[in-house]
């Protein structure tokens, strides 16, 4: 509406304009010479027209000039009455919208709030806060951080470097070794280059090593990476730092040579293939810290001769132990949890298999072909007896199976042709095809609702039932 009050007055100031325009022309003031100050005076004092001139006696305008005029002040009043009119409503609006707010917020009229701001107001926290004139302080402080942290990165950015011996990253607080360039047979690592501490002997550093026989790592060092020594074909003995707690994958995988090794406390897993083919292992102490023995961890070491498993251990992967045909193993842990696929299959030293009652899985082929185990104790935990699990250990007399199994699988002990005793509980409720073939005990009692197949037992047992 204030667009249109606008316009009314600006068209009848325009009109008005032309108007006035050819009445100054018509009376000869555009466009005309200059007059003396004696003529406009003599005109002025003299001037009085007839009605047919432009102006009458008492000064005013010609009456169609006139009525121009009175029409622009008409639509003039007309326009302001609207204006005026729609001020008032746009006023009164107003008002009412803000009695709302200061009801529905609890204020009432003549009341302030706590922090008032009203248009055109300053905050009067701005002058105590010199964030108040930031966009966004926030965001601008944690630029500010950024760009601290990269200058920070950037003043201590490790450093690639390169000696007669070693190729390794310098950091700020420590050196990590990548590469050994060296050709010594006997080697002992620094514990310091470049004044840093040798911490970390990344992947592969002295892979496929053609010298090295011996090699001692400094106690700094707590890091070996994947393969660090894998197919150094002549590494007879190492020497492995006692602050050492992570070992990778692969450390000494095919390091066919190598006779002893001891792990030092804090390690807490053997990695895949860890000593994967050291065929020529004897010695190896374990920690009794190692919870994880991976997989192919000491597959085919099969010289080793280890006589007891850590007492922490928990977990023994598939085919860890493959293969280990010197281990006896005497002692077994009272926590261990699960035996992989094929874990000690192989293992023809080992005599007594303990199964603690914390054990909850065992896969298959976990100790198939090992033909020394004379006594085997399975507690009470344990739910299934995996296919071929003990198949061809032919020094097994006896197998009691507690309450907890419920299912013996497939060719679990066949080919056991020492087992003249089974117990098998109530609770067993499924026994294998060829579960016990070739087994020469000669009667078996089985649960009634038990199933079983024709060849699950030998041919001339008696089958009898709870």
Known sequence: MEKLFWGMVGGCTVAFAILLGMYLNKAGVIGAEPETATELVSETETETETEGGLLVENG????????????????YSQAMKVFEDESSEAASREAAETQKTMTSSGST???????????????????DNHDYFLESPTEQEEESESESEEASTEQFK??????????????????????????????????????QPVTEILDSAFASSKTLVRITLPDTVVKLGKNVFKSSEYLVD????????????GVFDSCSKLARVTIPDGVTRIGKKTFNECTDLRTIKL????????????????KMELTKLPSSLRRVDK????????????????DLEFIGESAFEGCTAITFVKLPGTMKTMMANAFQGCTGIETLEIKSGIEAIPETAFSGCTGIKEVTFPKSVISIGDNAFSGCTALESVSIPKNTLSIGSSAFSGAVFTEVTISSKCSYQTNSFPEKAKIENY
């Open 238 to 249: 190492v020497t492995l730092p006692d602050q050492l707690n992570e070992m990778g994958e």
């Open 158 to 195: 490790p450093e690639e470097k390169k000696s007669s011996e070693y190729e390794y990253t310098l950091f700020q607080d420590h050196v990590a070794i990548k590469k050994y360039v060296g050709s010594a047979a006997t080697l002992d690592v620094p514990d310091t280059i470049d004044g």
């Open 287 to 302: 920690t009794n810290d190692i919870e994880i023995i991976e997989e192919q961890a000491f597959n085919n070491c099969a």
């Open 60 to 75: 005013e305008l010609p009456a169609d000039i006139q009525s121009l005029i009175e029409d622009s002040q008409t639509n």
């Open 109 to 127: 009229p003549g009341t302030s709030d706590s922090n008032p701001k009203t248009n055109g107001s300053v905050d009067a926290n701005r002058n």
């Open 319 to 334: 085919e860890a132990f493959t293969g280990c045909a010197k281990m006896t193993l005497t002692k077994w842990p009272t």
